[in-house]
């Protein structure tokens, strides 16, 4: 067909969004037809955001975001990919100087509607999806409304039923994807023809599928249309979801397509564009247009010849990164597998699921866990799209990109551990900018388990970056023009507007973590104001370890925070009057919650003794010894619950504050025949359970194992099974080489062979192994080998001399705990 040849009428382009061999046909059919005009189904207050389509730097997949002005969280996206028949299309357009247009409902109205709706439901008690995850019937997302009261058709779904396919996506595949040449002429136009009929037909027994809505948008359409149509002709070539052709091929009048659009809802709305991942085109992300394997699609559409043995070739280079032996070999006998499978399944050609069947046979040797991998990394990918600068943005955005390349701290899909060194200018910058964003609710980066711990200089963090975060900056706009001020402001706001003492707590800290210092004094005056109100202890506990860690972090990042220091001390100072107290009368839910605070109040009171400032006004070895008789009377008493108490009493020895007899006798107390053995379980697991060396406790000291023995054999047959659950939920978080040990302790017994017994363990005697105390000689030995390890940073004694031996670690044992972070 050349140019001369256009068919009468418009070229009507029915695709399916993501379908790369809808990209292929609508590019031949452009490349036959050459229309005068091409319209693409999309916002039309996107128009002028077209031609950035043609920069170089412009690179799928990406989307056009729409949000409200006055509400930037109301937002919309458009993804294309670089096999999505619209990009294609606008390509082409660009490419031929052709006049291009979009000529959907626009986002002006479709974010009205939206928000009419979910106001309306709830109202009615109803819930709303999200804008962009709706489904239009056609499987794409218009991502302008919420999806109608009816379950919507899938039309891709419903042909393959009828062609007795029980997969939409392997029907797709083998009618479309692996469509064979037979070496003839070809009317590009063919495919389209097809799907048009096909749709027709399912439009004259669904109607609009579910999908009321359709009507005005398809209105608006047919309208653009005949303007078009007016101008150019009928050399215009319109690319739309396939379900929409049948409704732009009716002949209705021009008043009754005005009539459907008469008073819809209208607000202001900003366009751009941004990138998008082939993840969030995925459609277990929520994407109603989704597809399940963009990354497959993608391959389809860039390798037209041999698709399958590129693809082998693709998964072999990525078990290879991964450190897994695939050879030449696998890779022949996985393509030659894939194509013995489509074959027995009827198939022309091997598709997604036969390229998957063999790489798990012939590469992953039948496992389904390096499988995985290539589904993450390869079916689905991890392509980021890319930008120029020249794209519309919220000046919060712009500030945002230059941190981004001041700092190298490229945005990237996939995800991504970090490692900070706080004494690094870079490296310091970079926390301050993820932790200022944090403030900010635009989640970039989370902080992760790493070598980062409280009061260090290091930090780590597991970053990615989503599409979404686009909104979420845009919303955070309102707040400011560069991420400084914006974070300053949003904290100060939340400063004035927070009602409970944790929320400003916690508000302090990420005001130190992140260096907002204009904002610090706010949220301290709003700090001081609340903790001088708060009169509930167990609100004071989980307020504090907040404070402490604030007061650490702003001891490395030398920042003065004397005033929180003081506000801490009086905090602490409340809560050692007044837990005793609230320790009485609890249930097994409230005391396992109240273990919690203790654990968090002790770990907090060492890092105040140890972190306060000299001028701070607090005195930090009498709180450390006020908080130590809290511990003894938790431990003493019997009003206490039996979590409580056994928790104190661990705090205490392992604090040095209770010698090892002292707790061997509270121990024998609490598991004493008199005591019920649901009490004596729980005393036990606040003792051993759920802390770090608690099974490492029982291993190296035999009189305290030698009384969980003997108490646990002496517990009656008609209540073992009520303590069970508790004794198993302590012992399963040891690691399996201590209960391991512990067994063989068990087992073996106090008097197993070896050397004499001795001490004045369980029943007078010690089991092999094991002494009544300390063996200072043989613990002076290991001194040498700890100093090599941990380096030069010794305890200096008063002479300036390190420490050694006894009196070294009897100097440990006087320093508060979390003094030496």
Not at 465 to 472: H, S
Not at 606 to 631: Q, S
Not at 724 to 733: D, E, I, M, Q, V
Request: glycine share 10%.
């Amino acid at each position: 067909m050349t140019g001369a040849e256009r068919p009468a009428g418009p070229l009507l382009l029915g695709v399916r969004h993501h379908g790369p061999g809808s990209a292929r046909a609508v590019r031949a059919a452009l490349d036959a037809a050459r229309p005068r005009a091409v319209l693409v189904e999309g916002p039309p207050e996107a128009d002028a955001l077209l031609p950035l389509a043609a920069d170089e730097r412009m690179r799928p997949p990406v989307a056009l975001l729409a949000h409200a002005v006055d509400d930037p969280g109301q937002a919309a996206f458009w993804p294309l990919a670089a096999f999505s028949p619209e990009w294609i299309a606008i390509r082409w357009a660009l490419e031929h100087g052709v006049p291009l247009r979009f000529i959907d409902l626009p986002a002006a109205n479709s974010l009205a509607m939206v928000q009419a709706a979910e106001s309306e439901a709830e109202e009615n008690g109803e819930h709303t999806p999200d804008a962009d995850a709706d489904a239009d019937a056609d499987a794409n997302a218009d991502t302008d409304g919420p999806a109608a009261a009816p379950a919507p058709i899938d039309p891709i779904g419903v042909l393959a039923e009828a062609a007795g396919y029980d997969d939409p996506e392997r029907w797709w595949e083998d009618v479309v994807e692996h469509r064979a040449q037979d070496g003839g002429a070809v009317d590009p136009l063919a495919p389209f023809t097809a799907l048009a009929e096909a749709m027709t037909a399912l439009r004259e027994v669904y109607g609009d599928g579910g999908h009321p809505r359709d009507a005005v948008r398809e209105a608006h359409m047919r309208i653009q249309l005949r303007k078009a149509r007016k101008e150019f002709g009928d050399g215009v070539a319109v690319v739309c979801g396939a379900w929409h052709v049948p409704a732009l091929g009716t002949g209705t009048t021009l008043t009754a397509d005005r009539a459907l659009l008469k008073g819809l809802p209208k607000i202001k709305a900003e366009l751009t564009w941004v990138p998008w991942s082939h993840r969030r085109l995925a459609r277990h992300s929520g994407y109603g247009a989704g597809i399940d394997s963009p990354g497959w699609y993608g391959h389809l559409f860039d390798s037209p010849d041999r698709p399958i043995e590129r693809w082998m070739t693709k998964v072999a280079g990525l078990m290879r990164d991964e450190d897994r032996f695939v050879s030449s070999a696998h890779v022949i006998e996985a393509v030659r597998l894939a194509e013995t499978l489509a074959a027995m399944r009827g198939r022309p050609l091997a598709g997604l699921s036969e390229t998957t069947d063999a790489v798990r046979a012939v590469m992953c040797e039948g496992s389904d866990v390096p499988l995985a991998l290539v589904q993450d990394r390869l079916i689905v990918g991890e392509t980021l799209g890319e930008v120029p600068d020249t794209a519309p943005a919220v000046p919060l955005q712009r500030d945002l990109t230059r941190l981004q390349r001041t700092l190298r701290l490229r945005p990237e899909a996939q995800e991504r551990d970090l490692e900070l060194d706080l004494r690094k200018d870079n490296d310091a910058a970079r926390s301050r900018l993820l932790h200022r964003l944090r403030v900010l609710a635009v989640g970039w980066g989370e902080p992760a388990a790493g070598r980062s711990s409280t009061g260090t200089f290091r930090e780590s963090w597991r970053l990615r970056w989503e599409p979404e975060l686009y909104v979420q900056v845009a919303e955070a706009g309102t707040w400011g023009t560069t991420v400084l001020s914006a974070a300053t402001a949003k904290a100060g706001a939340q400063a004035a507007s927070a009602s409970a003492l944790a929320e400003v707590t916690a508000l302090a800290e990420q005001c130190l973590l992140a260096e907002l210092p204009d904002a610090l004094p706010v949220v301290m005056r709003a700090l001081a104001d609340r903790a001088a109100l708060d009169t509930d202890v167990g609100r004071l506990a989980d307020a504090l370890p907040a404070l402490a860690r604030t007061l650490r972090y702003g001891d490395v990042r030398s920042t003065d925070t004397a005033a929180l220091a003081e506000v801490a001390a009086g905090l602490a100072e409340r809560i050692c009057v007044a837990l005793p107290a609230a320790c009485t009368g609890l249930d097994a839910d409230g005391a396992a919650e109240l273990r919690g605070r203790v654990d968090g109040v002790h770990t907090a009171i060492g890092l105040l003794t140890g972190a306060a400032p000299a001028d701070a006004g607090t005195d930090a070895d009498g709180l450390r010894e006020r908080w130590t008789a809290v511990l003894h009377k938790l431990a003493a008493r019997d009003t206490v619950a039996g979590v409580v108490r056994g928790r104190a009493t661990r705090l205490l020895l392992d604090d040095g504050r209770l010698a090892q007899d002292g707790a061997a006798r509270l121990m024998g107390l609490a598991l004493s025949p008199g005591t019920p053995p649901a009490d004596a379980a729980e005393w036990i697991e606040g003792f051993v359970g759920g802390a770090a060396g608690g099974g490492m406790l029982l291993v190296h000291d035999e009189r305290l194992l030698g009384l969980v023995d003997a108490w646990l054999t002496g517990v009656p047959a008609d209540r073992f099974a009520d303590v069970l659950p508790l004794l198993r939920r302590t012992f399963s978080a040891y690691e399996a080489g201590i209960r391991r040990t512990l067994g063989e302790l068990v087992r073996r017994g106090p008097a197993a062979g070896g050397p004499p017994a001795t001490g004045t363990g369980t029943g007078g005697a010690t089991a092999p192994g094991f002494g009544p105390g300390l063996d200072e000689e043989r613990a002076d030995a290991v001194e040498p080998v700890l100093r090599l390890l941990l380096g030069p940073h010794n305890d200096p004694g008063p002479d300036g001399e390190a420490r050694s031996g006894r009196a070294g670690r009897a100097a440990k044992a006087e320093e508060p705990l979390g003094a030496t972070g």
